[in-house]
């Protein structure tokens, strides 16, 4: 019998409708499907120049719906990768609207003790997985024209509009080597972690997170930021290689068919399966 193609998937998130039109043109051959559970929508397709199949979905704000949301489509579609991406305030004077941030690390800064002596942080972090960072890195070496960043990224459950609030005072202090500022990545990040995929946190740089920031979504600013992170995002997948595969033989392929899809099967005595190497220039 025909043994059905089952090309390794990677999965990229976005919270806004204008992240997510940055990132739909990069899918060729889309395919709508609708998770049976809870329906969210996943357009699906391929990544040239790549053996992956891309799934990207809109999951809406928050740190909390981004985790349930990816958790979900982790456990339905098996991804390697994780990576979330789109817009973010930025939060270091030198780091440009335009800019790119990776997040070698993803704060989640919702968390403390208060006592009479005042707030106590209890910081909570997760690491962006080392074969997505230095995919990101080559990838960045390839982009002249891109400025990327290598910072950690915070998530909080607010939109920062005012550098002298207290929930910019609180970053200052207690996560002082954030560059951006987002409300999703967290989320992402935590289920991945959980579920033991890569994961990775890209952000475009829309803003300063101060009083400026409706003047520069007017003029624009949001839509250029996101097509610069979409643009990281998938220069990052091009260069990726997770741990456990290897290279074809003259570096032009990737080994990912260890395994098979035998559902809806009927089988009689043993199967037998090889390791394939799939190249770009073979579909």
């Known amino acids: ?43 699906a397709g ?36 994780v990576v979330f991406t789109g817009i973010a305030g930025g939060l270091k004077p030198d780091i440009a609207l335009g800019d790119v941030v990776v997040g070698t690390k993803v704060y989640g800064i919702h968390g403390g003790k208060v006592t009479p002596e005042g707030t106590l942080g209890r910081p909570e972090a997760w690491y962006g997985s080392n074969a997505l960072v230095q995919a990101a890195r080559s990838a960045a070496r390839d982009m002249p024209d891109a400025r990327v960043h290598f910072k950690p990224i915070a998530t909080g459950d607010v939109v920062l509009a005012d550098a002298g609030s207290e929930t910019a005072r609180w970053i200052r202090e207690h996560f ?43 003029g624009g ?12 995002t998938m220069g990052v997948l091009r260069k990726y290689r997770p741990p456990g595969g290897s290279p074809g033989p003259d570096g032009g392929g990737y080994a990912v068919g260890d395994h098979s899809d035998f559902r809806y099967g009927t089988f009689h005595g043993p199967v037998v399966g090889k390791q394939v190497v799939i190249r770009a220039e073979d579909r």
């Open 1 to 43: 019998m025909s043994v059905p193609d089952t090309q390794p998937t990677v999965l990229v998130l976005t919270a806004l409708a204008l992240e997510y039109a940055a990132v739909r043109p990069y899918i060729e051959h889309r395919q709508e499907l609708v998770h049976p559970g809870n329906g969210t929508v996943v357009e």
């Open 46 to 81: 391929l990544l040239s120049g790549t053996p992956w199949r891309l799934a990207a979905a809109e999951l809406g704000e928050g740190a909390r719906n981004s985790a349930a949301l990816t958790a979900s489509l982790i456990g339905w579609l098996d991804p390697r990768a």
């Open 176 to 218: 002082n080597d954030t560059a951006a500022f987002e409300m999703e990545g967290s989320g992402a990040a935590h289920a991945a972690h959980l579920e033991g995929r890569d994961a990775l946190v890209v952000r475009g740089i829309s803003d300063h997170a101060d009083h400026d920031k409706s003047a520069a979504d007017a």
């Open 221 to 232: 600013s949001q839509e250029r930021a996101a097509q610069r992170a979409a643009r990281v």
